[in-house]
């Protein structure tokens, strides 16, 4: 079992920037890969980034994100993040940390295996 713990969310002014983080324990050396997704209300949550775990660094990203949206890791730590720059309004939402055992870069929900609690981004224009 793999635990997820987001933190870094808050209020923040658009134009702002922002980091998310994503503290994972237990069995963390079974993980293939990390992600970040979001969700509002009344919405299906959304992929937003994702790398992998160990080896290359591969990262991919949601065409809406790319370029304002940076994922990266710090395996020593167990820690998962994604810099958000040029915040905007429409960034407001919870964010979720996901990992997969797979090696696959998965940009749907399914092939993630365990999910944090999230943690809220609001954006006051």
């Known amino acids: 079992q793999v635990q997820l713990v987001e933190s870094g969310g808050g209020l923040v002014q658009a134009g702002d920037s922002l980091r998310l983080s994503c503290v994972a324990s237990?069995?963390?050396?079974?993980?293939?890969?990390m992600g970040w997704f979001r969700q509002v209300p009344e919405k299906e949550r959304e992929f937003v980034a994702g790398?992998?775990?160990?080896?290359?660094?591969?990262?991919y990203y949601a065409a809406s994100v790319k370029g304002r949206f940076t994922i990266s890791r710090d395996n020593a730590a167990n820690t998962l993040y994604l810099e958000i720059n040029s915040l905007k309004s429409e960034d407001t939402a919870l964010y979720y940390c996901a990992a997969t055992r797979t090696g696959v870069l998965a940009t749907t929900e399914g092939p993630y295996d365990y999910w944090g609690p999230g943690t809220q981004v609001t954006v006051s224009s």
């Open positions: 790398i992998r775990w160990s080896g290359l660094r591969s990262t």
């Open positions: 237990g069995r963390t050396f079974s993980l293939g890969g």
